[in-house]
DNA sequence: CTGAAAGCGCTTACAG
DNA sequence: CTGAAAGCGCTTACAG
């Protein structure tokens, strides 16, 4: 490998000057510097990351941390992500947890590799952030319930949720069902109350039982269908009024779920009986003709790295905590116009 | 931030002795390395990536440059790929070139932070992979045409291609239309060519014209299908046999195309006279009850790992080329059976 | 404008 | 078994 050494006796200068030319042309003579240039580009010269690296202290690298990269919707974060890094020169490196058993070793040995990491949901617990935070990490949380100390960027689920209600309302509907369990992670006790603010924003006579669901996966929404056909035949779940019948309609806390009631609705030949939404507009979405909630899934990623920079090229150091829209996407799953009445 | 320095002083020992305790326990006397274990603990000390990195000069890194993380396919690969490399310790950096303006400074440079290149699909142009090898990176190449001298690993259509035109032919096909220009890219050609001497192996009489499109989107695919709703109804198409009715089988080079296609054809209440098959297996393709081929594709992401430390470590020198097998995945849409007849 | 030198934080022959 | 020293390939005060 060609170093700094060969170009600066193959020059006749010192390392110092073909640094300085290479880095800073303004501050070295024309002359020199042209001297410098070709002797570099004939010897094919490319300086050492690593050494430049060291001596600046600094990686030019951020680290991205996922649970998983199948389904869309990380995968589109990373490259939201990615394509600001690049723009400014950085590097990305990414980790998944999924499945891991050493996710602490993992993330410290990343953190050790780069000038930052962006964490996104629920990749790390949360004591590890608290100790990424504590040893002086450049952090970026996204997806993920904010601390005060921490940059941060989310979606706001009110606008799409009071949208999604209006829909419904203006559909006929007047009892629900969320599909969901609250307790069991922040973004879908968001969505949960954003439905239900809603609900009780609008002014009309609703109900809104909640239907739990540990999982939210396209078994546990045939469950789910289940459940609620059920319901109507006499067989009492404790989720529901036992004098309820099938709601008018039902909020999926995602599409995975959504997509899974559709389908058991759709076999039992009870599709058309009741409304059914989910969120976060995954590509199957589209074609079962789910309506849902889509997040700006690049621009979370594009956020996150244009914070980071700012972290660490010193122009801001009070944390920032952005919140991003999100978009009611209304398809055929929540209306029961034009549908075989019941 | 503490150092080994650090650590030598409070333990009373070398900066030597601090770094053999803690790389090879076996050559340290063990009260010494105690000590020091301890004093490393207490101090909270990480050695620095960068100052080992430079000393071994060798990087622990590998870099994946792929088009796009979009769409189910590459994102799969790199998780399979991140899941074997974090088990060998070494660190995944991700590049996209979809779209970028500056593919060769972005992939050189990528290829001087790591310690070898895996590259995806049409990823990098071919000159630039020819470069990388005379410029000695260690390279893996994924679902990309070969090159006798490089590691690769990609999937082969062949058996699955046979297993599709049986299915086609079981089921009464007879005239075939491929959608997809096998002169666009070696992927389509490859899909084309299997598909073709599938047909020509079996021993029937059939027959198989190519509808090209340019980009392989669902844009296309409603295209397509206008195209051969056309030729039905006596506006001739070049690309087709002038007598020709709507074909008994479509074959399309993905599944976009092929969602696009049976899209439209549903929409013109066609979807009953023909037969639909994609290519590759996204989630949409499960919804829409697409028959297709399903790659392997966080095997081929690990193969290329496991490939790439082979190459790393030494342990092999001969290039290696991996050939893994796709899997026919049969839904509703290739077949007649059961459907509303003509 | 340029060079000699120190330093970034490690590893590892080389002596002892 | 351990230490002093050289070296990995750069950058950047400090002099001149």
Redesign the pocket.
């Known amino acids: 490998?060609t170093?700094?050494?060969d170009v600066a006796r193959e020059a006749?200068?010192?390392?110092?000057?073909v640094?300085?030319a290479?880095?800073d042309p303004?501050?070295?003579?024309p002359?020199?510097?042209a001297k410098v240039l070709e002797t570099a580009e004939r010897l094919q010269?490319?300086?050492?990351h690593?050494?430049?690296q060291?001596?600046?202290?600094r990686h030019a690298a951020a680290g991205v941390v996922f649970p998983d990269l199948s389904g869309p919707y990380y995968a589109d974060v990373v490259m939201g992500y990615e394509s600001v890094a690049a723009e400014v020169g950085r590097s990305v490196l990414i980790s998944s947890t999924r499945g891991r058993a050493d996710v602490e070793k993992q993330v410290t040995d990343m953190a050790g590799r780069c000038d930052g990491l962006v964490i996104l949901g629920p990749a790390v617990p949360e004591p590890l952030v608290q100790h990424l935070k504590a040893t002086g990490t450049h952090l970026v949380l996204v997806a993920r319930p904010a601390d005060a100390g921490i940059d941060s960027v989310s979606t706001a689920a009110t606008s799409s949720a009071t949208a999604l209600v209006r829909h419904l309302l203006d559909d006929g509907a007047r009892t629900f069902v969320f599909v969901g369990d609250p307790a069991a992670g922040p973004d879908v006790a968001d969505r949960h109350a954003a439905v239900s603010q809603a609900l009780a924003a609008s002014g009309e006579q609703t109900r809104m039982s909640i239907l739990p669901v540990d999982d939210l996966d396209e078994t546990n929404g045939r469950r789910a269908a289940d459940a609620l056909l059920h319901d109507t035949t006499g067989t009492r779940t404790p989720h529901c009024d036992p004098s309820s019948t099938l709601p008018d309609a039902v909020v999926c806390a995602n599409d995975e779920l959504a997509l899974g009631l559709l389908a058991r609705l759709t076999e039992a030949g009870q599709e058309h009986r009741v409304r059914v939404t989910g969120w976060d507009d995954v590509m199957a979405a589209r074609w079962a003709g789910l309506t849902t909630v889509r997040q700006p899934m690049r621009e979370l990623g594009a956020t996150a790295a244009r914070l980071l920079e700012e972290q660490l090229d010193g122009t801001r150091t009070a944390p920032r905590h952005e919140l991003l829209d999100t978009e009611l996407v209304v398809r055929t799953s929540s209306t029961l116009l034009g549908k075989e009445p019941a």
Chains 1, 2 share one sequence.
Do not use: C, H, Q
């Open positions: 490998m170093t700094i050494r006749g200068v010192s390392i110092a000057t640094s300085r290479l880095r303004a501050i070295v003579k002359d020199t510097r010269f490319r300086p050492s690593l050494g430049r060291l001596a600046e202290r």
